[in-house]
């Protein structure tokens, strides 16, 4: 089956994907109200913890909106849809199943990539378009956020693509049916962990929407327009769980269950580690975190690229 084809079945993948969008943002909630207990002292209550999201969202709907004085009618709203719709674009290269993706792509990385890097004018028109001054300083600040570490997400992925000779997901996971290319450069998750939290406004590198600037770009959104952008971060968050699930853990693969419930469960896994990276890491000031990025982070890259260059010559 040619790989830039598009799936006689893609009209079910296309549901199911929507479907892992709604779920995995619930779910992400869920996550990060059971882990703030445990973190903070308290005691888990599960109960409260999967009625919570519900609760907040319906409040939100029912929130009146801020209105900030001559914004950009078109563009704040939009933003938002933008963000969710990059995220629900980098998860359509991304099979659940062998044979089974919305469209595995020969170039799917590539595809992923350059949603990836179109997040950050997302979130720079979300503050550009209220007309606020802290909320464009969040957006400002989102740009050159990105520019600091979205070459680690360009060298982390050529470097999972190398062991399959493809920049295809699907022959990236095949590729794995060995030994899963955390193994074999064990370097490119933590790397590409670092790239889903700031891509997705999470936890330390959620530096556009900091408290410092009041709130960011959401400063001056509420209501409704505010739970599309809380779902839309979370939206971004399970794009990058599950890719992480796909490139580093073997994606599908693994013996006796259908490959979409292993799927399922490394992208859980590696929400949860997502969430708890947001609780147990602490805040970094953003000059030190760009500083960083260029000084440490980057040469890492180099290093697990070229780990992954030496493991693909025959």
């Not at 089956?1 to 009209?11: E, R």
């Not at 919570?52 to 004085?69: D, F, K």
Request: with cysteine; aromatic share 10%; proline share 7%.
């Amino acid at each position: 089956m040619p790989l830039a084809s598009v799936y006689a079945n893609d009209w079910l993948a296309i549901p199911v994907l929507l479907a892992v969008v709604v779920g995995g943002v619930y779910l992400v909630s869920v996550l990060d109200e059971l882990f703030g207990e445990v973190v903070s002292g308290s005691r888990p209550n599960l109960g409260r913890s999967l009625r919570l999201p519900v609760r907040q969202a319906a409040l939100l709907l029912c929130q009146s909106a801020t209105r900030t004085e001559h914004p950009d009618r078109i563009l704040w709203p939009v933003a938002p849809a933008a963000y969710a719709a990059l995220a629900a674009a980098g998860m359509a290269v991304i099979p659940f199943a062998e044979g089974f993706a919305v469209a595995d792509v020969r170039t799917g990385i590539v595809v992923f990539g350059a949603a990836e890097v179109l997040t950050f004018v997302a979130v720079y028109l979300h503050g550009w378009s209220a007309n606020a001054p802290l909320a464009l300083i969040g957006g400002y600040r989102s740009l050159v956020q990105g520019f600091s570490f979205m070459l680690l997400s360009m060298f982390v992925l050529i470097g999972v693509a190398l062991p399959a000779r493809s920049l295809s997901v699907g022959q990236i996971v095949e590729a794995q049916s060995g030994l899963w290319n955390v193994v074999r450069h064990p370097l490119g998750l933590p790397l590409f962990l670092v790239v889903g939290l700031g891509a997705a406004l999470w936890g330390p590198l959620r530096l556009p929407d900091s408290r410092e600037l009041a709130g960011g770009t959401v400063g001056e959104v509420s209501g409704p327009q505010r739970l599309a952008w809380e779902f839309a971060r979370r939206a971004m968050l399970v794009s990058y769980a599950v890719m992480a699930a796909s490139a580093f853990l073997g994606g599908y693969l693994g013996p006796w269950l259908p490959g979409p419930v292993w799927l399922l469960g490394k992208s859980v896994a590696m929400l949860a580690v997502f969430v708890a990276l947001g609780h147990l890491v602490g805040r970094v000031r953003p000059e030190r975190f760009m500083a960083q990025a260029w000084t440490v982070l980057l040469p890492l890259s180099f290093l697990d690229i070229l780990i992954a260059g030496v493991e693909a010559l025959p």
